[in-house]
């Protein structure tokens, strides 16, 4: 301990400090409550994936340091990943980096594209790591709040958050680096729409600006519907960064698999910063993930349908349960609205929920800087087996009562 006054947390760091997710994992385990707060899954990904991994640990491949780009054969492997897919080509030796996960992807964009006093535009409510990469890269922070668009389990049953594009707009200045955009969106379950992607892009081009577009639930989104990369609009690939995750994608969020894909000249600037990070991470896993993206259209097809039924599972329980609800398009997390309940403090109503009935959840205010927008909303998880789902609705329905 210094005898200095200072505080020992650096000033940009200092309005973070410990997640939520740490207070409510905690507050679950000391209850012995359902946790439906934190983004993990509680069954493993692909059996043939996990041999994979074990494969490799046994044969030697990736033990030490790994190349700092990321192995060939998964580099390969998302090209032909974002081919098959989307139908974008990228150079696997100079369009793309390996990261440990899309967490270092985030921070390593932001720590190589922005200086000091650089504005970075994101969509509000957000992931909570942006604030804290932005702050760590000495940026500023310009939200742009998404804001309900119809009224929870309207008459199509599904919720929407929508962007306001004149907001956006406006929000551009002089000092506008980037773009940080999320999509399929934590914690609402947006799904941007091409019209709202289309007229992100055009403003990017307009105002010479670049994007970072974590797109790490790009397998989670319902209906039939599509996802779209940012970066298959027209002007936009040389301006993109695209992040993907192999933890949300094949449910082995420990492994730490994430990737960029952009032109050469920005992949060579956040790989400047992600050696400085890292350097290299997750050796043998790199090669499981190789497989795993190769695996045919049908496991990601049931990956899908899956989750779909999940979440129409508890969407339809939390709705009973009397909580209005933003049936998801995409991610594995429902918004839901707690004033049907009688109460409008998501933080007071998630902190006495597991002595109430034995759930954990997540206030969406701590993923707002306007923390009043986002004060009645609470976020569920619903990548949980079914057994654990069906418990958990039963013990909400008690709220109804
Ligand atoms: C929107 C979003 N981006 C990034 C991440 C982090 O991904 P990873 O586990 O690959 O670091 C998450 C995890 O919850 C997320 O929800």
């Not at 991994?53 to 060939?72: C, D, I, K, S």
Request: net charge negative.
């Amino acid at each position: 301990m210094t005898s200095s006054a200072r505080p020992l947390l650096n000033r940009r760091l200092a309005e973070f400090g410990t997640t939520i997710f740490a207070e409510m994992s905690a507050l679950a385990q000391r209850t012995g409550s359902i946790n439906l707060g934190q983004g993990f899954p509680d069954t493993d990904g692909p059996e043939a994936v996990r041999e994979a991994a074990v494969r490799a640990l046994r044969e030697g491949h990736g033990n030490q340091y790994p190349p700092g780009p990321g192995v060939p054969e998964l580099r390969t492997a998302i090209v032909e990943h974002q081919r098959r897919r989307y139908g974008l080509s990228y150079d696997p030796d100079q369009e793309v980096l390996v990261t440990a996960g899309a967490t270092e992807a985030i921070a390593a964009a932001l720590l190589a594209l922005l200086e000091p006093g650089d504005e970075v535009i994101a969509l509000e409510p957000y992931y909570d790591s942006y604030a804290a990469c932005i702050a760590m890269a000495g940026g500023t922070r310009v939200p742009v709040t998404l804001r309900p668009a119809a009224a929870p389990g309207g008459e199509s049953g599904q919720g929407h958050f929508a962007l306001d594009l004149d907001e956006l707009r406006a929000a551009v200045t002089p000092r506008t680096r980037l773009i940080l955009l999320n999509t399929p969106h934590n914690p609402t379950g947006t799904v941007l729409t091409r019209a709202e992607l289309a007229a992100v892009a055009e403003l990017a081009c307009e105002r010479d600006l670049l994007v970072i577009t974590d797109e790490v639930y790009e397998h989670l989104v319902f209906d039939g519907a599509e996802h779209i990369p940012l970066a298959s609009f027209p002007g936009m690939r040389e301006r993109t960064v695209t992040i993907g995750s192999a933890g949300k994608t094949f449910s082995f969020t420990g492994w730490k698999v994430g990737w960029i894909t952009a032109a050469p000249g920005l992949v060579a600037a956040v790989r400047s910063a992600k050696q400085f990070l890292t350097y290299v991470t997750s050796g043998p896993f790199q090669y499981a993930v190789a497989e795993a993206l190769r695996l045919p259209d049908s496991y990601f097809d049931g990956f899908r349908a899956d989750h779909q039924a999940k979440r129409d599972l508890l969407s339809a329980g939390l709705a009973k349960a009397g909580f209005g609800v933003f049936r998801p398009a995409g991610t594995y997390f429902v918004t839901t609205d707690i004033r049907p309940l009688g109460v409008s403090d998501g933080f007071a109503f998630c902190r006495a929920l597991p002595e109430r009935c034995g759930v954990v959840a997540i206030p969406n205010a701590v993923f707002y800087d306007h923390r009043d927008q986002g004060a009645p909303f609470v976020r569920f998880a619903f990548c949980k087996r079914t057994a654990v789902l069906e418990e958990a609705v039963a013990r909400l329905t008690s709220l109804a009562a």
